[in-house]
């Protein structure tokens, strides 16, 4: 007898899975530098630029950096200013710690964080290793209960369990007692499921056409039959609870039934009953994505009652029926779990007049997938409604809500904004994968020279370090990446954000709730009651957030904090002309770094080519002063013929000196900034384009789209 799994997933006899695991591969929101895979049907609709010129035979290219200040170049430091608790380059401490480790779990808010200034006291590695738990003890009874261990056996084995860290099913079957049918077998009867080998069975193709590769995949299970509206599936994991809630609650089956298979089994069988994918599954997702929408596009009711809906009159128990259909619902599920496997930062689904548009935005750029009919338009909003607990009824004003998905062991957050357009809601929903996976400032993008002062200043114990530029430039990634850098048992670090983009293991993170008046300000001024000594505001958008992070700043904390503005010198106008005296300015302000994202030509069909004159004028320079080839990508298997994987980051980094605090005092513009700190050797946006284009890491269009020169500033 298979048994029946419970509904709620918070079964007191089984653990919850944890909400997040650290260090576990995950799904991550576009990075710089991390190659993401844009899986799109149709070609990106920006239209990409091949370049007139016919490309150079790939070979040498002459790689020249303009500007770069000579590496002796130190970081001034201001006098009298107590050196960095680190020194600069000391390796990046990860944020992702291994759970377990007590020294890596996370302050409470009310302990009183260590000061770093003395050694710390080598911590004692897991305390309490020894211990037998209930549900080992259950299931070595029961091994002994078949006969496949004997009492003594037993004894050994938790003797053994109390030195070291290892699962007891392990060292049973490490030490030879048992072999893995038998512990299948005895895991099975603790839990009361069903052992199945897998050998003979073939799901049926109900099971497989109501389960969709992807989540088999993530949840690591295979559909078996699916019969009077219950799906039995196998797994390895009698714990895998939240598979089983994944299941229930993406594709809308009440009734969901485990049985229990070995591991190797049921990959076997999802190779065989999926076909053989090698990892990716894209083909047949879309495939089963168009086959969906087929079958929406052909079903008569949904026709009637879609076109009703989209009339004036609204029946709200159509609605209710078309958004809990089962299509509809798998519809979106597959939608979403794509976009999340490719790392999407945002999905769009928009009515117009004649056609219903489904994008997907990754690295910066939109893709659009197959559209689904137009009748679906209503059935579609009020399905991604329904998940985000919004008022399906209200058609007429926006909304916002959002939707929490546990994708492969992994939470992710989606903000969902919904809008009445002329020709129905236009949905937006934003992925926000607060996983941590490679927030690495070695990872983004900086310059070796640029890299190590960026670091110095982060090591600062007090001061503001600003990062700076428009949405979608990657600010939130740098500051987390610094900040993962920080995290660790001696430091104290809080941070304020809207959303709170990043979870991190360590971090004491405050989101802000506008609704409630749960501003940055408030934010900010009950963080410094909590003794911190690292501080992220998400933004200083005003005069008083920016005078409390002064305040913080000047009471010793660093702060760490974005601008909204185009590059570094004129984010001193912008804090000046929000009202902020220059004199607090130059006492607080230690570094500003204004930074873009630009596409990462893919690596496998890099082509060098040599520019035109019309192309080098377009980047505002004279053909004369060119310094070498550029590249681009032709598009090849690897980068789903794009020519692009990834991104990359520009960066301009201001470090304020003793010069720069006599001019800001004495008033100087944004002009006489910038020329000061070219003269001294600080590249612009611009200046760091030009290097990563001669470097073929990105492309002229990029660098001309995201990066301007001093002049056109
Ligand atoms: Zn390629």
Same mark, same amino acid.
């Given at each position: 007898?298979?048994?029946?799994?419970?509904?709620?997933?918070?079964?007191?006899?089984?653990?919850?899975?944890?909400?997040?695991?650290?260090?576990?591969?995950?799904?991550?929101?576009?990075?710089?530098?991390?190659?993401?895979?844009?899986?799109?049907?149709?070609?990106?609709?920006?239209?990409?630029?091949?370049?007139?010129?016919?490309?150079?035979?790939?070979?040498?290219?002459?790689?020249?950096?303009?500007?770069?200040?000579?590496?002796?170049?130190?970081?001034?430091?201001?006098?009298?200013?107590?050196?960095?608790?680190?020194?600069?380059?000391?390796?990046?401490?990860?944020?992702?710690?291994p759970?377990g480790t007590p020294a890596a779990?996370?302050?409470?808010?009310?302990?009183?964080?260590?000061?770093?200034?003395?050694?710390?006291?080598p911590k004692p590695q897991r305390p309490k290793h020894g211990?037998?738990?209930?549900?080992?003890?259950?299931?070595?009874?029961?091994?002994?209960?078949?006969?496949?261990?004997?009492?003594?056996?037993?004894?050994?084995?938790?003797?053994?369990?109390?030195v070291s860290d290892?699962?007891?099913?392990?060292?049973?079957?490490?030490?030879?007692?048992?072999?893995?049918?038998?512990?299948?077998?005895?895991?099975?009867?603790?839990?009361?499921?069903?052992?199945?080998?897998?050998?003979?069975?073939?799901?049926?193709?109900?099971?497989?056409?109501?389960?969709?590769?992807?989540?088999?995949?993530?949840?690591?299970?295979?559909?078996?039959?699916?019969?009077?509206?219950?799906?039995?599936?196998?797994?390895?994991?009698?714990?895998?609870?939240?598979?089983?809630?994944?299941?229930?609650?993406?594709?809308?089956?009440?009734?969901?039934?485990?049985?229990?298979?070995?591991?190797?089994?049921?990959?076997?069988?999802?190779?065989?009953?999926?076909?053989?994918?090698?990892?990716?599954?894209?083909?047949?997702?879309?495939?089963?994505?168009?086959?969906?929408?087929?079958?929406?596009?052909?079903?008569?009711?949904?026709?009637?009652?879609?076109?009703?809906?989209?009339?004036?009159?609204?029946?709200?128990?159509?609605?209710?029926?078309?958004?809990?259909?089962?299509?509809?619902?798998?519809?979106?599920?597959?939608?979403?779990?794509?976009?999340?496997?490719?790392?999407?930062?945002?999905?769009?689904?928009?009515?117009?007049?004649?056609?219903?548009?489904?994008?997907?935005?990754?690295?910066?750029?939109?893709?659009?997938?197959?559209?689904?009919?137009?009748?679906?338009?209503?059935?579609?909003?009020?399905?991604?409604?329904?998940?985000?607990?919004?008022?399906?009824?209200?058609?007429?004003?926006?909304?916002?809500?959002?939707?929490?998905?546990?994708?492969?062991?992994?939470?992710?957050?989606?903000?969902?904004?919904?809008?009445?357009?002329?020709?129905?809601?236009?949905?937006?929903?934003?992925?926000?994968?607060?996983?941590?996976?490679?927030?690495?400032?070695?990872?983004?993008?900086?310059?070796?020279? /640029?890299?190590?002062?960026?670091?110095?200043?982060?090591?600062?114990?007090?001061?503001?370090?600003?990062?700076?530029?428009?949405?979608?430039?990657?600010?939130?990634?740098?500051?987390?990446?610094?900040?993962?850098?920080?995290?660790?048992?001696?430091?104290?670090?809080?941070?304020?954000?809207?959303?709170?983009?990043?979870?991190?293991?360590?971090?004491?993170?405050?989101?802000?709730?506008?609704?409630?008046?749960?501003?940055?300000?408030?934010?900010?001024?009950?963080?410094?009651?909590?003794?911190?000594?690292?501080?992220?505001?998400?933004?200083?958008?005003? /005069?008083?957030?920016?005078?409390?992070?002064?305040?913080?700043?000047?009471?010793?904390? /660093?702060?760490?904090?974005?601008?909204?503005?185009?590059?570094?010198?004129?984010?001193?106008?912008?804090?000046?002309?929000?009202?902020?005296?220059?004199?607090?300015?130059?006492?607080?302000?230690?570094?500003?770094?204004?930074?873009?994202?630009?596409?990462?030509?893919?690596?496998?069909?890099?082509?060098?080519?040599?520019?035109?004159?019309?192309?080098?004028?377009?980047?505002?320079?004279?053909?004369?002063?060119?310094?070498?080839?550029?590249?681009?990508?032709?598009?090849?298997?690897?980068?789903?013929?794009?020519?692009?994987?990834?991104?990359?980051?520009?960066?301009?980094?201001?470090?304020?000196?003793?010069?720069?605090?006599?001019?800001?005092?004495?008033?100087?513009?944004?002009?006489?900034?910038?020329?000061?700190?070219?003269?001294?050797?600080?590249?612009?946006?611009?200046?760091?384009?030009?290097?990563?284009?001669?470097?073929?890491?990105?492309? /002229?269009?990029?660098?001309?789209?995201?990066?301007?020169?001093?002049?056109?500033?």
């Open positions: 007898m298979s048994s029946p799994v419970p509904p709620n997933p918070n079964d007191p006899k089984k653990p919850a899975p944890p909400a997040q695991q650290p260090g576990a591969p995950k799904p991550a929101v576009p990075q710089p530098g991390q190659p993401a895979k844009p899986n799109a049907t149709t070609p990106p609709l920006g239209s990409k630029s091949i370049p007139t010129s016919k490309p150079g035979t790939p070979g040498q290219v002459p790689v020249s950096r303009p500007g770069i200040p000579p590496a002796s170049g130190s970081v001034p430091v201001r006098p009298g200013q107590p050196a960095a608790q680190r020194p600069a380059g000391t390796p990046p401490i990860a944020g992702a710690k759970p779990k996370p302050q409470a808010a009310g302990t009183p964080a260590p000061k770093p200034q003395p050694k710390p006291q211990h037998v738990d209930s549900g080992s003890k259950a299931l070595g009874q029961k091994l002994v209960d078949l006969g496949f261990l004997d009492e003594a056996q037993l004894e050994l084995v938790y003797e053994e369990m109390r290892q699962r007891f099913s392990n060292i049973c079957v490490h030490l030879g007692y048992i072999n893995d049918d038998q512990l299948l077998q005895a895991t099975a009867e603790v839990h009361g499921m069903k052992v199945m080998t897998l050998e003979d069975v073939k799901p049926t193709p109900e099971a497989i056409k109501v389960v969709p590769r992807n989540m088999a995949e993530l949840y690591k299970l295979v559909p078996l039959t699916f019969e009077a509206d219950t799906l039995t599936v196998a797994m390895s994991d009698p714990n895998n609870l939240e598979g089983l809630d994944g299941i229930r609650n993406l594709l809308g089956i009440r009734s969901v039934t485990a049985v229990l298979a070995p591991a190797s089994a049921i990959e076997a069988v999802m190779a065989k009953c999926y076909g053989k994918g090698g990892g990716s599954a894209g083909s047949g997702e879309e495939e089963s994505i168009t086959s969906i929408i087929a079958s929406l596009e052909n079903d008569k009711a949904f026709q009637k009652k879609g076109k009703k809906n989209r009339e004036t009159s609204i029946d709200l128990d159509d609605l209710t029926e078309m958004a809990n259909s089962a299509p509809v619902r798998k519809l979106i599920n597959m939608v979403l779990l794509m976009a999340i496997r490719d790392h999407a930062s945002d999905v769009h689904f928009e009515p117009f007049e004649d056609e219903y548009k489904m994008r997907y935005r990754c690295d910066g750029v939109l893709y659009e997938m197959v559209p689904p009919p137009r009748h679906l338009a209503s059935a579609i909003s009020s399905r991604i409604k329904v998940m985000s607990n919004l008022d399906i009824a209200e058609r007429r004003l926006p909304q916002d809500g959002r939707i929490e998905l546990n994708v492969g062991g992994n939470r992710v957050d989606m903000r969902v904004s919904v809008l009445p357009t002329m020709f129905g809601e236009s949905v937006v929903v934003r992925v926000l994968d607060r996983s941590n996976v490679g927030l690495d400032l070695g990872r983004i993008g900086m310059a070796p020279k /640029l890299l190590h002062d960026f670091r110095v200043c982060i090591h600062k114990p007090n001061g503001i370090v600003f990062v700076t530029g428009p949405t979608g430039a990657g600010k939130t990634t740098t500051l987390y990446s610094a900040l993962s850098e920080l995290n660790d048992i001696e430091t104290k670090v809080i941070t304020t954000e809207d959303p709170v983009e990043y979870e991190i293991d360590g971090l004491i993170q405050v989101p802000i709730n506008a609704e409630i008046d749960m501003t940055f300000a408030v934010a900010l001024r009950a963080i410094l009651r909590q003794d911190p000594d690292v501080i992220l505001v998400g933004e200083v958008r005003d /005069l008083e957030t920016a005078q409390i992070a002064i305040q913080a700043s000047l009471t010793g904390h /660093l702060v760490f904090s974005t601008l909204h503005t185009n590059d570094a010198p004129s984010s001193v106008t912008r804090l000046r002309d929000m009202g902020v005296e220059p004199f607090l300015i130059t006492a607080t302000v230690e570094a500003i770094q204004a930074q873009r994202l630009v596409r990462r030509v893919c690596s496998n069909c890099r082509t060098w080519y040599e520019p035109t004159r019309d192309q080098v004028t377009e980047l505002n320079m004279k053909y004369e002063d060119l310094k070498g080839k550029f590249a681009f990508g032709e598009g090849c298997e690897k980068c789903n013929n794009l020519g692009f994987k990834g991104r990359t980051g520009l960066y301009e980094l201001l470090i304020m000196d003793d010069d720069l605090r006599d001019m800001i005092s004495k008033g100087a513009s944004t002009d006489q900034l910038r020329n000061h700190i070219r003269q001294k050797g600080t590249l612009s946006l611009r200046d760091a384009g030009m290097a990563s284009l001669y470097e073929g890491l990105t492309t /002229l269009d990029e660098i001309v789209r995201e990066t301007v020169t001093d002049d056109e500033a």
